[in-house]
């Protein structure tokens, strides 16, 4: 992209979807995929909760995995501004039979997974997704589904018998000329500018040219706004098509994850390093979702109530922020000032977050954890979220300790003062009972919808306490 074609958008872009490309013009960037294939007439993909919880407008984007093979990504419709398509091929429930039933539908039909049918499209498109990149196996791939009537029964037997399936119909040939990269895109529509720079050198200028522009990544936050509030933006800058972004590095000492790598690539490339990020992705949202959230749009929402930021604080995790003046690293714990505020400035952009690994020697051990308590398991905001790391030597004394709690301050937060009292502390029950009254003093948490003050304070420390019980030798 050239900077000509920055500072003139036109006023078009082409998306394709189910193999045929049309032309969307003079439309509201901010306007969701979902409300546009609805207008359309691709009505099988339907609207169950407009807010990214049920799974009825489950789509599949033809894009790339975490190591750059194409893959059909499957997503809520509901949270895409249209914008962020641009250039994108779409799969949606009238797109996959080819002359007979496509052999997910097939199988739904044969074992009666569908009553009402309305959740019917969403199952189908997320086991469309999970057909071709072989995760059929488990549940994973319909955890962000809803069903009212059918039960789960027939629809994961329906899963299971696709399971062991070898994908050879056309989807599987076309997915390769159909899967896109992200081009860059600068659209104008209903007076709202969308762009999408491939290089971050663009998207810092488009900042200096634009100071009051909005970022998005994966829009699973902001998406909720468009959805649900129908905001608008006068400029949005997306950074999901910025290759320099999207890097995990790694080196014996730490790993470099960059801002915008979706979270499911985080999953896939990460496992087994950090145990309790394994066990928190596991628990945010559900694969809809974590097809496009991003650490970037986590951190950058500066929620009291995000996932990851404990388990970074706990990891003494580093951000990278940058701008056209340069880069600066902070340590995450000081990057959030209050409710929503966080360290950066105008022109500067989350560009990675920097994880420590592991450092013990000799007899040492670490233990690390992490623990999200919600009303219910999967997709599901946390009412706290806590993840606590403890280094021990031979004799089980404490010699390093984070405690990160979500959810009891008005930012993501470290029990500072407790951890420093834990230094030097026989790791054993007597300490975590101690430590657990000096626990209750540290937050004074909100009562809210999800839960009271008071569970809340419970909660701070007998997390700690479960934590022990499960890593004390
Ligand atoms: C159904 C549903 C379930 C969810 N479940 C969870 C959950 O379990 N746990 C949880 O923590 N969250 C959850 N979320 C919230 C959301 O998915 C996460 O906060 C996600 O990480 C946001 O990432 P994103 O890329 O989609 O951010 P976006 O929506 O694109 O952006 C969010 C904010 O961050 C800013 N931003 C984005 N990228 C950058 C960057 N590189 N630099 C600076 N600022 C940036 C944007 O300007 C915006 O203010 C859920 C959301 C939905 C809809
Ligand atoms: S309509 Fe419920 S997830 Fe989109
Ligand atoms: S069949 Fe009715 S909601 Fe699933």
């Known amino acids: 992209m050239t900077q000509q074609a920055l500072s003139l958008p036109a006023n078009q872009f082409t998306l394709t979807i189910n193999g045929t490309t049309t032309r969307i013009k003079n439309l509201a960037p901010t306007m969701t995929l979902l409300a546009y294939l609805r207008q359309s007439g691709y009505v099988g993909t339907k609207e169950g909760c407009g807010d990214g919880d049920c799974g009825a407008c489950t789509v599949a984007i033809a894009g790339k995995d975490s190591h750059g093979h194409p893959q059909y990504q499957a997503v809520n419709s509901c949270l895409v501004p249209i914008g962020a398509v641009a250039g994108r091929a779409v799969i949606t429930a009238e797109g996959i039979a080819n002359g007979q039933l496509h052999p997910v539908q097939a199988a739904m039909v044969e074992m009666a ?31 962000g589904n ?22 050879d119909d056309h989807f599987s040939a076309e997915l390769v000329h159909r899967a896109s990269d992200l081009s860059a895109i600068a659209y104008t529509g209903n007076e709202q500018q969308f762009y999408r720079p491939t290089e971050l050198s663009e998207a810092l200028q488009l900042l200096q040219q634009y100071p009051e522009a909005t970022l998005v990544t994966g829009a699973t936050d902001l998406g909720l706004e468009m959805s649900w509030h129908r905001r608008t933006y006068p400029v949005l800058i997306s950074l999901e098509g910025i290759a320099a972004l999207k890097q995990i590095s790694q080196t014996d000492d730490y790993v470099e994850i960059g801002a915008a790598v979706p979270l499911s690539h985080i999953e896939d490339l990460l496992h087994g390093i950090f145990p309790s990020l394994d066990e928190m992705l596991h ?38 922020l940058i701008s056209i003046n340069g880069d600066r690293n902070l340590p995450l714990v000081n990057f959030f000032k209050g409710y929503r505020q966080t360290e950066l400035k105008q022109g500067e952009i989350i560009y990675s977050v ?19 308590i919600g009303k219910r398991g999967t997709d599901d905001i946390s009412i706290v979220a806590a ?28 029990a500072i003062a407790v951890e420093e009292m834990l230094i030097g502390q026989p790791w054993n029950m007597t300490t975590v009972r101690s430590i657990k009254s000096a626990l209750y003093e540290v ?14 304070k419970m909660l701070i420390g007998n997390l700690f306490e479960k934590f022990f019980v499960e890593y004390s030798s």
Request: proline residues 6%; hydrophobic residues 40%.
């Open 113 to 143: 997974g569908s009553q009402c049918g309305y959740c019917t499209p969403g199952f189908i498109m997320s086991m469309f997704a999970a057909y071709y990149d072989g995760s059929l196996s488990d549940d994973i791939c319909i955890e």
């Open 146 to 167: 809803l069903c009212r009537c059918t039960g789960y029964v027939p629809i994961r037997k329906a899963a299971q018998l696709l399971a062991e399936a070898v994908p």
């Open 283 to 320: 628990w945010f949202a559900a694969r809809q979702v974590r097809n496009r959230a991003t650490l970037g749009g986590n951190i950058g929402t500066a929620s009291p109530i995000g996932d990851l930021p404990p388990v970074l604080l706990a990891l003494d995790a580093t951000v990278k």
């Open 354 to 372: 920097t994880i420590p690994k592991k450092i013990t020697s000799g007899a040492n051990q670490r233990l690390s954890q992490s623990y999200k």
């Open 387 to 414: 993840a606590f790391v403890i280094d021990v030597d031979a004799e089980q004394r404490i010699l390093h300790a984070r405690l990160a709690y979500g959810g009891v301050a008005a930012t993501p937060i470290r």
């Open 443 to 456: 937050f004074t948490p909100l009562s809210d919808l999800r839960g009271s003050a008071n569970y809340r």
